[in-house]
């Protein structure tokens, strides 16, 4: 029988997802703090948008890099936090920033290439390296210095391989932000070497005890023709499921990744481009309440889990997950049942006190576990409280 391709025939599941789909699986209800979903719905007259869209489109086909009323939107978003460099020939629209970073690397990566990646970090980053034939130089972050990346290590990481630097702040599974001055110092050790930066800011608007999140374009305008900026409207305006990515970037990277839609999802649908137009253009208030409900929600969750046993974590500062150490628990029991790894433990979490988990093994930290705390607020709550309970119970 023919084969796949190599890229595909060992090309793994992404790990995030299989555990969505082993939730819905579950025959008992589960307060699922795994996934990360923003957990709240689009405004009004975000739907509105696309009602309006789906009654007056021809049924054609769209721009390959963007419909025009969404690109505008996107700019004027933009221009809002001080990127007034950009203009339209800057943008592409895709479908979700996933599709965005696949096709980025897949326009930018050679043979023999490396993506260096700072861990813990969304494992799509591998996965995705793995498909464009990249390999990866993993700087290994702890709670030592935030989980993020310091200029030293970046420095000693950048070997002549690598070609990209992946930066994401807010991060996710850690929450983790970098400060402007973080920013300035990676910058010094990135003006001396000759690679692309993608900036993946999905969460930026969630922060938390400061106004803003900054940016590397911000501290160092001076490398935006190496920076590929990734933007989302899944997290910040609700809207995981309508897929829409955005992209700002060179002119070169940007006729790159449009070129590539044109020959694979030839254009984002009108009906959630209209959507994402109208998000980016509209009303922000209903954002900014659920960031407001993010923090309350961060806030008492951290007061559940203090001093809980068995656990240690970094207060995330921004995005909406605690990244939790439960390696103290590893070895030890629970009802009899040896916890042997992260997903070992998230297993019985899941099955025996029915709270789901992301394990800190997807991320590559092994021995952790990733929590979302943007759900219902007492669903939130709820969990926390059996996940104390569980770490009481094991022995």
Request: charged share 15%; glycine share 8%; proline share 6%.
């Amino acid at each position: 029988m023919p084969t796949l391709s190599p890229d595909l025939e060992f090309a793994r599941f992404c790990p995030i997802l299989g555990v969505v789909q082993k939730v819905r699986d579950m025959q008992q209800p589960v307060i699922d703090l795994g996934v990360g979903v923003p957990g709240f719905l689009p405004a009004p007259h975000i739907v509105e948008a696309a009602v309006k869209a789906a009654c007056e489109h021809s049924g054609g086909y769209g721009s390959s890099q963007g419909d025009a009323a969404l690109l505008a939107a996107y700019l004027g978003y933009l221009h809002g936090q001080g990127f007034d460099f950009y203009s339209t020939k800057n943008l592409v629209a895709g479908l979700g920033a996933k599709h965005l970073l696949f096709s980025v690397l897949r326009a930018i990566i050679q043979p023999g290439d490396e993506i260096l990646v700072a861990t813990p970090c969304w494992p799509t980053y591998f996965d995705i390296a793995d498909l464009v034939g990249a390999g990866v130089a993993n700087v290994v972050c702890t709670a030592h210095t935030g989980y993020k990346m310091t200029a030293q290590a970046l420095e000693a990481a950048l070997s002549p391989r690598v070609r990209v630097v992946m930066l994401n702040s807010p991060g996710n599974p850690t929450g983790a932000v970098y400060t402007a001055q973080e920013l300035e110092a990676l910058a010094v050790v990135l003006r001396k070497k000759d690679v692309w930066i993608i900036s993946d800011d999905v969460y930026q608007r969630f922060v938390y005890d400061i106004p803003d999140c900054p940016n590397l374009l911000t501290v160092a305008p001076d490398l935006r023709e190496r920076i590929i900026k990734i933007d989302s409207v899944s997290k910040i305006y609700g809207m995981p499921g309508w897929r829409v990515g955005l992209l700002a970037a060179s002119e070169r990277i940007a006729t790159a990744v449009t070129t590539l839609n044109s020959n694979s999802i030839s254009n984002l649908p009108p009906i959630p481009a209209a959507a994402a137009a109208a998000a980016f253009k509209g009303d922000q208030g209903f954002s900014f309440a659920a960031k407001e409900r993010l923090a309350t929600q961060r806030q008492a969750l951290l007061e559940v889990l203090q001093d809980a046993p068995h656990l240690k974590f970094c207060a995330p500062q921004g995005a909406f997950y605690l990244f939790m150490d439960i390696s103290q628990t590893l070895g030890k029991s629970l009802r009899g049942k040896v916890i042997t790894d992260d997903e070992a433990f998230c297993s019985l979490l899941l099955d025996e006190y029915g709270v789901a988990l992301i394990p800190g093994s997807f991320f590559g930290a092994l021995g952790h576990a990733r929590l979302s705390y943007s759900g219902a607020a007492e669903q939130v709550s709820a969990g926390a409280v059996r996940i104390r309970e569980c770490l009481t119970a094991i022995e």
